[in-house]
Every structure is written in structure tokens, then in C-alpha cells.
């Protein structure tokens, strides 16, 4: 099978659609990254998805929806935390932990008894929603421990063969994943940090606690912490800004065909260094940062990736600059 992208037509929603009812996968945009979608009802569709990404078998998926949808069908109860974090920022790139009805199939939550949710705010997410009119389960679409997708090609280029269409809705705005929230009770506790920002939530909830960062000897509350995530297939050195000389020194003395991911400010650092600017700002930062591992992979040894002050939206981006770089951080 040749995984095809196609055009967001009605036409081709249909056919996307007809793949999910018939238990096959779907490449779906989504404002943070794409997904690999499938039947959230469907037992043997969403054992696929695990096939396909080589998914550990105790890591649940998140269910998406479109907004007209009746969450009440999913979830025992819409408690008084999650009804407010809804109207503030759904539809978007936030993802709700609520008790689970159970009417997904058990394979979704992996035997948690807990349902993740989002509705997605990307109107070629929401048509192949209608259109499928159906639960969507959708992990993104990359290799387990492989960082996320934010275009169609590289959906393509990671799962081809897997999957028979991939919808094309250009490159992910955000591009990291949605914010993870458990609003099973009283205090929202953040599980995975993105877009929609602690200090944001706690504007709307009054209080927050923050569990993104599993420390040894802590349980694990969303089994997506425990694994590595988001690495390309060469070494990625991260570096502060303030150990800059030490980054060249490292870069200096590395053999390997290597090049420096910075932003613009940061390009006066780098005079013999071979380096690329990544964009302006942490949204460009973000926006580009996977795709701009994705082309780096191909051409070099090793990658340099300078951090950002770990605050407001820089939160989310430097969880995710922490695991791509593991042990090597500076
Ligand atoms: O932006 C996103 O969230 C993207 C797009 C496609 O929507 N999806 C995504 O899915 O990032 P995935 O599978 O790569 O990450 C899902 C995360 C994992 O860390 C998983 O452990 C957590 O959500 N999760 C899912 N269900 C959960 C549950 N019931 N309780 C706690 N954590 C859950
Ligand atoms: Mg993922």
C-alpha cells in the first residue's frame, strides 16, 4: 500500500471517513501536530495504531471530538474544574482528563478507567470529525520515541504503508502537543505541558498544580512520562544560553558533521559554527523545531539546540527540548 495525502475536499473527507468505519488508520492536522487516527469504538482499529507506531502497550490515547459533540457519551461526569477549562479553551490545543463511561474501547485507556479528550480547533480536524461522526482516537503520528509530525510529507515519510490516506492540512500551527489536564477533581493537575499554559489555567481555575515533571520514586500519573520521546536519529546536544562557550567549545571539538538549531538573536554567537535559524520567537521556536529536526537528521551527526526560559509557553517547549536531548543537557 502506498499511503496517499489528499486535498480536503468532501469528497476526500468521505473516503477518510469510509477508512475509519471500515477499522483502518487515518493522518489527521490538528492544530498542535498531527494525528494517526482510528476508531475510538473499535477494539481491533485501535490495536493498529499500536502496530503501526510500535506503541507501548500501556500508554492510553486521547479521544478527539468534534465541538457540536455530547462529551456526556464518554464520561461519567463533567465535573464543575472541566465544564470551565471547556469554555475557556476548547475548541484547542488542550487535552481533558475526565472518568471514563467506558463505551470507547477498553484499548484506548489501556485498562485506566480515566478517558483523555480533545477537540481539536483545526477546521480540517472538525470536518473529518463530522465526517466520521464517530469518537476519534489519535495518538500523534510518528514512531514511538520519534518526535511528533507537522506536515503531511513527514507523516508520510514515517508511517507509509501503514495507513492508506493522509488528510493534508499544511504545517501545524503550535507544533508541540496539547496540554494534558486530569480535571477529575477540585485543582486541575497538568500532566503534560503545551499551549494553553499553567499560568493560563490558573486564571480560569484559580489553582494548578503542575505533575508534568515526574520526579524518581514518584508514581507516574500519565504513562506518556515514562518513556523517551521526541528524538531523531542522532545525538541532540541542549545547551543555556549562558553555557554559549561551552556549545561552541563541544562543537569545536565534535568530529561530526554537526549543526547549531538557533533563534535569530542567537545567530551573532555562531561566526564558524554551521548554524540554522529556527525563527524569531518561542512560537516560531516550537513551530518549527520537529520539522526542523526531521530535515537535520537527514543531513547531520549531531544537532545543538539552545534552551529557553522554562516559563509561560517556553514550559512546554524546553519538556520536550529536556527528553529530545536526555542526558546531554548543558
Ligand atoms: O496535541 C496532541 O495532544 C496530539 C494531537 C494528535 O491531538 N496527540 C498526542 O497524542 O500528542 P499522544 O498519544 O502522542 O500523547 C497522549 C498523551 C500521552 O502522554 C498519554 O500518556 C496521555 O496523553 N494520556 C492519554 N490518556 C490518558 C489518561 N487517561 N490519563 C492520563 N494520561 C493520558
Ligand atoms: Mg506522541
Redesign the pocket.
Known amino acids: 500500500m502506498n499511503t496517499q495525502i489528499l486535498k480536503p475536499t468532501r469528497l476526500n473527507y468521505q473516503k477518510a471517513a469510509n477508512q475509519i468505519k471500515q477499522g483502518n488508520l487515518i493522518g489527521?492536522p490538528?492544530?498542535?501536530?498531527?494525528?494517526?487516527?482510528a476508531n475510538a469504538l473499535d477494539y481491533l482499529a485501535i490495536e493498529r495504531i499500536f502496530v503501526a507506531k510500535n506503541?507501548p502497550q500501556d500508554?492510553?490515547?486521547?479521544?478527539?471530538v468534534s465541538p457540536e459533540y455530547d462529551l456526556r457519551q464518554l464520561v461519567t461526569s463533567i465535573t464543575p474544574l472541566a465544564q470551565k477549562l471547556i469554555q475557556a479553551f476548547t475548541p484547542g490545543?488542550i487535552?481533558l482528563?475526565l472518568e471514563?463511561k467506558q463505551t470507547v474501547s477498553n484499548r484506548?485507556?489501556?485498562g485506566?478507567n480515566?478517558?483523555?479528550i480533545?477537540i481539536?480547533n483545526h477546521p480540517i480536524?472538525q470536518e473529518f470529525l463530522r465526517a466520521c461522526n464517530l469518537p476519534i482516537a489519535?495518538?500523534?503520528?510518528?514512531l514511538s520515541t520519534r518526535m511528533?509530525a507537522t506536515t503531511a510529507q513527514s507523516v508520510k515519510e514515517e508511517l507509509n504503508g501503514k495507513l492508506k490516506y493522509i488528510l493534508d492540512g499544511g504545517v501545524c500551527e503550535?507544533g508541540?502537543?496539547?496540554?494534558?489536564v486530569?480535571v477529575r477533581g477540585e485543582v486541575p493537575i497538568i500532566?503534560?505541558p503545551?499551549k494553553i499554559t499553567s499560568e493560563m489555567i490558573q486564571k480560569v481555575a484559580e489553582n494548578v498544580q503542575d505533575k508534568s515533571i515526574v520526579k524518581e520514586g514518584e508514581k507516574v500519573?500519565?504513562?506518556?512520562?515514562k518513556?523517551k520521546h521526541y528524538a531523531p536519529s542522532c545525538p541532540v546536544y541542549l545547551f543555556q544560553e549562558k553555557n554559549i562557550d561551552a556549545c561552541i567549545e563541544h562543537y569545536k571539538n565534535n568530529t561530526k558533521k554537526s549543526v547549531i538549531l538557533c533563534l535569530e538573536h542567537q545567530a551573532k554567537y555562531f561566526s564558524n559554527q554551521n548554524h540554522r535559524i529556527i525563527g524569531k520567537t518561542i512560537e516560531d521556536y516550537a513551530k518549527n523545531l520537529y520539522q526542523s529536526l526531521r530535515e537535520a537528521e537527514k543531513e547531520f551527526f549531531a544537532i545543538y539546540l539552545l534552551s529557553v526560559p522554562a516559563s509561560g509557553f517556553g514550559t512546554a517547549l524546553m519538556n520536550r527540548l529536556q527528553k529530545i536531548a536526555g542526558n546531554n543537557q548543558f
Open positions: 489527521m490538528t492544530e498542535t501536530v498531527y494525528g494517526l487516527a506503541r500508554n492510553p490515547l486521547i479521544v478527539h490545543p487535552t482528563v471514563s484506548v485507556s489501556c485506566l480515566s478517558i483523555a480533545r481539536p480536524a489519535a495518538p500523534s503520528a510518528n511528533s503550535i508541540v502537543e496539547s496540554t494534558v486530569d500532566l503534560r503545551g500519573l500519565s504513562p506518556g512520562q518513556y
